[in-house]
């Protein structure tokens, strides 16, 4: 197999022998670019017998407008329904472009290297997802010229790239560098070109320019993807799958199919953890990795192509970790690298009729009138994340590695709902820009809801050797009474170089329908400052002596140190030095949100005990959370829990 190394600084010709293709950029004339066009294709297929002749008879270029009626006469449809939602598409029409929320004007002749936005702004430019509203609003509006600007915008990317360059260091930075651009783009003109070929958008001659580009880019595919270990295998596979299914035409097709299931096969051992959860242990990311897995499956199954059995398997499981990351008012668990506004697609996606049959299931345990609030407390002991919830009670608590890529500083943080809201966060990624200071501040330690020593971060980064495990952790998890408890550590230091020798270790107990205690234990040598952070969703909070409760009128929650325990509390919104207080609802979203630490120097060893109490309504109940001596003690509106310090899961 070619690999990009044997490519990369070779000239022209041995590239585009490695490609199995040819030089179109020499002076070709029109005949000779759809001779050699043509070589690069399989006439044998149905309603092809007059193309093949014509070709055999050396007729390229009546050859070439009997294939355009061929593409415009087919009638496969596996891609999916025409699109809706035309609201760009008049911007478009006029080169602006919009990506997340920031707007560019490109002018009359497009730049495709150019970006004149923040970092990802022209990957977004390079991946067409445009042509969907444009194909809306070409049907929709019954306007030819949206369906004449989507093939002109496919028609200028090809005529101002070069393949080439993918094979020259650091020369295309935004077209050809990132192979995910191509994959995404080369399925998103499939999935266009399904609904305008039959409206005969494209000549003979551009039907030609665009086969050999296509052939090109997956050529290019199947030398680049395996040089990646994270989601872009997967996500290239896809395209491959997609894009070769919709041309059967393309002379390796087949080949690029197979190929596509290989690396899906292999990515299934290599990318998803025993326990269903993939090794970026980032819910976006593994929920972009099991969509591709139901396409593969069901685009498969549409074309009457086989489809392991183990990819069916595997989605299962994938699909019903899916489950528990859907909070129960629609957001989606943001551990990591991830959105937490995209929980209605994940439900969404869960529940649909098309990802049952990629699974090969009828039902699963949240269709049928289930719900998923009635999901029960679960572990997932490989990936270490665990889920402590009854009905409108939802905890995640990430016991966790640091995860293959994606990953923050967050090591036994937590995710917070209850009646119906969430009220303690995971802040978000916001932006892939890391110009921009918030990139860095929400992968750190101190924007998550954990523990900071000594004003210092966990420090995962350097240990890949540790970045995920095949096998269950070595955490403490039982479920069987009604007093649901998990134990982890952090044990990897703090600071940059992990040069401040503590070790974190924190329980988390679930009264089922009540509250969860949160106990954290910190071993060491000497004094050190400790602050335990909670990050909260916007919103108003108020500090009340060494208590803080949030301030909505339907579902709240109070923070509760053990009484005693002397902290120091302070409140964070949208602090710029030293940054704290900020929570990304989605991508290029970024909001100042109430932050609060606890903290105290302290003598190693020493323990914290939190009660996170959650309750319904504005008013807060009468509670209270204290140590006599041998016991912790929840008092509740005049009913009290004990708990001996072992059953919190404290070990000194």
């Not at 360059?165 to 651009?181: G, T």
Request: net charge negative; with cysteine.
């Amino acid at each position: 197999m070619i690999s990009r190394k044997d490519v990369d600084g070779q000239d022209r010709k041995a590239v585009f022998s490695a490609l199995r293709s040819f030089d179109h950029t020499v002076g070709l004339t029109d005949e000779d670019l759809f001779a050699q066009t043509f070589s690069l294709m399989n006439l044998s297929g149905e309603g092809l017998s007059v193309v093949k002749y014509m070709v055999s008879k050396g007729n390229f270029l009546e050859a070439a407008d009997q294939l355009a009626d061929h593409f415009h006469n087919r009638t496969q449809s596996i891609l999916g329904p025409c699109p809706t939602g035309a609201e760009l598409a008049d911007e478009i029409l006029g080169n602006i472009f919009t990506f997340y929320g920031e707007k560019h004007d490109l002018g009359v002749d497009i730049d495709w290297e150019q970006n004149p936005g923040t970092g990802h702004w022209v990957h977004d430019l390079n991946r067409f997802s445009y042509l969907r509203p444009l194909v809306g609003a070409c049907y929709g509006k019954d306007d030819r010229r949206y369906g004449e600007k989507a093939v002109g915008l496919m028609m200028d990317w090809i005529a101002k790239t070069d393949v080439c360059d993918a094979f020259v260091p650091k020369k295309s930075p935004h077209v050809w560098m990132s192979y995910l651009n191509i994959q995404i783009h080369v399925s998103v003109w499939a999935e266009a070109l399904e609904h305008l070929f039959p409206s005969k958008f494209l000549s003979g001659r551009d039907l030609m320019i665009l086969l050999k580009s296509v052939h090109d880019q997956l050529a290019y595919l199947e030398i680049v993807i395996p040089e990646q270990n994270s989601n872009w295998v997967v996500f290239g596979a896809t395209g491959m799958l997609k894009t070769c299914l919709f041309f059967p035409e393309l002379r390796d097709s087949e080949q690029w199919f197979k190929y596509a299931w290989d690396r899906f096969e292999e990515q299934l051992d290599n990318q998803v953890l025993p326990d269903g959860v993939q090794f970026e242990l980032t819910p976006h990311y593994h929920f972009g990795v099991a969509k591709s897995y139901m396409l593969a499956n069901s685009l498969s199954d549409k074309a009457g192509k086989p489809v392991p059995m183990k990819s069916r398997e595997v989605l299962r499981k994938m699909v019903h970790y899916l489950h528990q990351t859907v909070t129960p008012d629609r957001l989606h668990l943001s551990f990591n690298d991830s959105d937490p506004n995209c929980g209605e697609g994940v439900a969404g996606f869960v529940t649909s009729p098309e990802t049952l049959a990629a699974c090969g299931m009828a039902s699963s345990r949240v269709t049928e009138g289930r719900m998923f609030e009635d999901l029960p407390c679960e572990a997932f002991p490989c990936a270490g994340v665990y889920f402590l919830r009854d009905k409108d009670l939802y905890m995640a608590f990430d016991g966790g590695p640091y995860g293959a890529h994606h990953q923050h500083e967050d090591k036994l943080s937590f995710w917070l709902a209850a009646y119906g809201r969430t009220l303690i966060v995971d802040p978000g990624r916001y932006l892939y820009d890391n110009t921009t200071p918030f990139r860095g501040y929400l992968m750190q330690t101190r924007a998550h809801n954990t523990i900071l020593v000594d004003g210092e971060d966990q420090c995962s980064k350097p240990h890949r050797d540790l970045y995920f495990s095949r096998e269950p952790l070595d955490n403490f998890w039982d479920a069987s009474s009604a007093r649901v408890r998990v134990s982890a550590s952090y044990d990897l230091g703090y600071g940059p170089e992990g040069e401040i020798e503590v070790t974190h270790r924190r329980s988390v107990t679930f009264a089922v329908g009540k509250y969860w205690i949160l106990l954290d234990e910190l071993t060491g040598e000497g004094d050190h400052d400790i602050e335990s952070r909670f990050q909260f969703m916007p919103g108003e909070t108020m500090v009340e002596g060494d208590r803080v409760r949030t301030m909505y009128d339907d579902a709240n929650v109070m923070v509760c140190p053990a009484e005693g325990s002397e902290l120091a509390v302070h409140l964070e919104i949208g602090q710029e030095e030293p940054r704290g207080g900020w929570y990304s609802a989605g991508y290029n979203l970024i909001e100042p949100a109430p932050q609060v630490g606890f903290s105290k120097r302290k003598a190693m060893p020493c323990v914290f005990a939190t009660l996170l109490l959650p309750y319904e309504g504005a008013r807060a109940p009468d509670a209270r959370f204290y140590c006599d001596g041998t016991s912790y003690l929840v008092e509740v509106d005049g009913k009290t829990d004990v708990y001996s310090a072992e059953e919190l899961g404290c070990l000194q």
